[in-house]
């Protein structure tokens, strides 16, 4: 076991992060188009603009644009003032225009962050850098058929200019659980923007990690050491000298298996004293592995420059103010005040802000509790009302939040029982449970609780176990 | 009365007068077309059928009273603006079968204005070039000479208006391609600001530069097309909001005042039998009370390098959808210019050369801006030759990949610098070869430039100067 973790020890991951996530515009980047085309007929959401006909011309959306920026403000970025478009040169026949209109070195936003924990089970914070986010349209798509008994390859242009967001994260990840929070956080936030469904099986997210290890350098070994515990000396900041790029995963799961996959794939390789080939690889989910899909012996020249047929943006400090204060409140936020307001575990706030429809539910069932004036136990109600919701996974479609508590109170009303009887059954009881009472009188005053439970076993009703308790210790003495 | 004589004020005149009808105006230019095109290869297309039922169209709006401002005027359009329906090829066999499904904002205003197309003007292929010679489909003849070059781009566009063929024509300009084959031919020539004509629908060029305009007999029918394409189009992001002025109302005001601005930086290398005709052209402005200014600007020969790059650059990006997969001939039906230009602008966009070339250039081309920002504060326009040269024979752009740049030297300043010109006549040299003479002014300073040209046509008669055909 110790020797495991040693060997664990001589790599770190070095994980970085490239996320699309495509917007729910009404039309599409640059063009008045539809762009929700998922499922539709080939090539009826199309135009001379994102055909990429000769002389057709961009015009940016600027709602795409604006959400794009919302983006970059929730994940803590900077805006910068000046930004523009590129082109970025390449050639795929699902590629309309030979090139495709991305950001270069001005993208909308730059520098934020999203904080996940260091570990399962860890409440340590760890801040995952995000290097940029910047807009560009989405390509084409090939279709694979046989027609007339040939194989052909088809192009579809419906989701050719659909706006796409990418977001780019600096190689801060350390292990595979850390980059499943980010993505879960990721897509909760895109969709409480309300900027896009994040539906993983349309494939509005797709996610490419690239991952390395770097060889954590052991000074105390060298010097003949055997203490394990000391803090390994390591180059920090120094990056590996090769990075596998896992592309166009569709799932979180599929991410975190690759991940894995490729950190154990390169321990074997580095232990052998050699270096990971630089290449792009696909996750390949019926062999649960990745394949090796081209290998860049050094980066694509996509010769970018200035998007011509589009003028520079700018925007004025007050614009990013107006877009800033119009950001609604923040899973990571909603969190914390459900935490303090409610008195909930950061467990149930978590599971209650994953959907803004059921934090909204949850805090719509708060209100219409305290507004019918039902006494908040010690404020315990709208953790019961969490409870209640996350344990008994009440239908929130078909409860309104109001009959939700109708069902709560019901359930959990406590018996109006009058002492009398209550005592009676407390005498049956005490009767029909001579060796429990012995052992409450020799002192094991645990006992108690068993007695109060077969009270109320034998009431048959809820009623509140303090009283139960009291009643029975004043017969007892 | 010979109808093909007609400038587009005249026809418009007598057309509404009903002394003519569309259709017999549209007759006379599809006859001149078909006795002098086979010589002349001005147009790649011509659409006879169309235009004739346009016409007869036009006749009726007439007919009900209905006024617009090209109502039944047989106009040709260069071959790089997308027509609905009717096959656009930009001279390039690459396009040889390409029929877009869409107008271009140009062409589309036109249609408004109540235009009947004759057909698709001749050009270099996809614009790339100052002499006509890169077409795919044959080498235009200047008209004045046939053993010449009419210039280029725009060089159909050019040679059908100098022949009479077209009542005006529709050209667009990178850095010369409308004022200089408008030079060579003899007419008439206007390269509005960049951002001020719609380039949507107009197969691209170098998108930074591409302008289109009106190449026509008078200046005034300049005035008159400007009028119709200037302004903002919600297709094309660089258009400008900036609303356009009254080009046609305007174009006889007065120019009392004027400084006019000269530079020798612009005379080096000018053809001294040009260079005569310009300086007499600068003392009829001198008569008509024009101060006369020397400045100095920075040498045209930087622009040549600046453009080099800049245009390069764009086209290889600008050619790549060319790919053979969707519509079109493939590849390999690319001319040697466009091959040449792909090269050239893959290079200077390549990784480890970009800072070298394209951002260098980028910044010479900021300087060539602000040199003429400060050039405008002394002046209110600029005036030089259009060309070094007339008209050169034919063949001569062959084995010279730099010629357009060449013939193009004193106009690819003020185009890198997104400024607005117009091309006049001003004789002929002793071979009988136009003369042109151009006005440059700063940004949305159309109406500016089109007086001044005015003036000089009302005060001299090289404008109606005819080739004999």
Sequence with gaps: MKN?????????????????????????????????????????????????????????????????????????????????????????????????????????????????????????????????????????????????????????????????????????????????????????????????????????????????????????????????????????????????????????????????????????????GETPVQETRGWDEAHQRTVSQRIKEEANDYRYFPEPDIPPLKWTQNYIEQLKSSLPELPDQKIKRFEKDFALSYYDAEILTRDILLANYYEEAVKVNQELGIKNQENKYPKVIANWIINKKVDTEKTPPSQLIKQITQETKVSEISDEDLNSIIDTVISENKKAVDDFKKGHENVIMYLVGQVMKTARQKIAPDRVKSLLLARLK | MDLHTLTLTQAKEKLAKKEISSVELTRAYLDRIKTLDQKLNAFVTVTEDEALKNAEHADKLIAHGEDLPLLGIPLAIKDNFSTKGIRTTASSKVLDTYVPPFDSTVVKRLKDAGMVMLGKANMDAWAHGSSTETSDFGTTKNPWNTDFLPGGSSGGSAAAVAANESVASIGSETAGSIRQPASWCGVVGLKPTYGRVSRYGVVAMASSTDSPGPITKTVEDSARILQILAGVDVHDATTSPTQPENYVAAIRDSIQGITIGISDDYREGVDPEVQAKIDEAIKVYERLGAKIKNIKLFSPKYAIAVYTILQRSEVSSNLARYDGIRYGNDRSHFGDEAKRRVMLGTYTLSAGYYDAYYKKAQKVRTIIVEDFTTAFKDVDIIISATSPSAALPLGSSKNHPMFGEMADILVEPSSIAGLPGINIPVGLTQAGLPVGMQIMGPQWSEKKILQVAQKFEEETEFHTLKPSL
């Excluded at chain 1, 030979?98 to 801040?127: H, M, N, T, W």
């Excluded at chain 1, 996959?261 to 321990?267: A, G, P």
């Design chain 1, 4 to 272: 495991n973790d040693k060997q664990y020890n001589k790599y770190t991951p070095v994980i970085g992060l490239e996320v699309h996530v495509e917007l729910k515009t009404n039309s599409k980047m640059f063009c008045r188009c539809s762009a929700d085309y998922f499922g539709n007929k080939p090539n009826t959401h199309t135009c001379p603009v994102c055909l990429g006909l000769p002389g057709a011309l961009p015009v940016p959306n600027k709602t795409a644009i604006e959400w794009c920026m919302k983006i970059g403000l929730a994940l803590n970025c900077n805006l910068p003032l000046v930004s523009k478009f590129d082109r970025k040169n390449y050639f795929y026949p699902d590629l309309a225009k030979g090139y495709q209109i991305s950001q270069y070195d001005e993208p909308f936003a730059l520098g934020g962050y999203i904080e996940v924990f260091k570990e399962k089970g860890s409440q340590e914070i760890k801040k995952i850098g995000i290097t940029r986010v910047h807009m560009e349209e989405d390509t084409g798509k090939l279709v694979h058929e046989t027609v007339d008994g040939k194989k052909v390859s088809l192009i579809d242009f419906n989701r050719s200019g659909v706006p796409l967001v990418e977001i780019v994260t600096e190689p801060d990840f350390e292990n595979e659980y850390q980059v499943v929070q980010y993505l879960q956080k990721l897509q909760k936030i895109v969709r409480y923007l309300d900027v896009s469904n994040a539906d993983m099986e349309k494939g509005d997210m797709r996610l490419e990690p690239n991952i390395s290890l770097r060889t954590i350098h052991h000074p105390e070994q060298s010097e003949g050491s055997t203490d394990s515990s000391a803090k390994p000396q390591n180059d920090k900041f120094e990056l590996p000298n090769y990075k596998v790029e896992v592309k166009n995963i569709n799932s979180f799961r599929f991410v975190e298996k690759a991940i894995l996959y490729e950190i154990k794939r390169h321990q074997e390789i580095l232990d052998k």
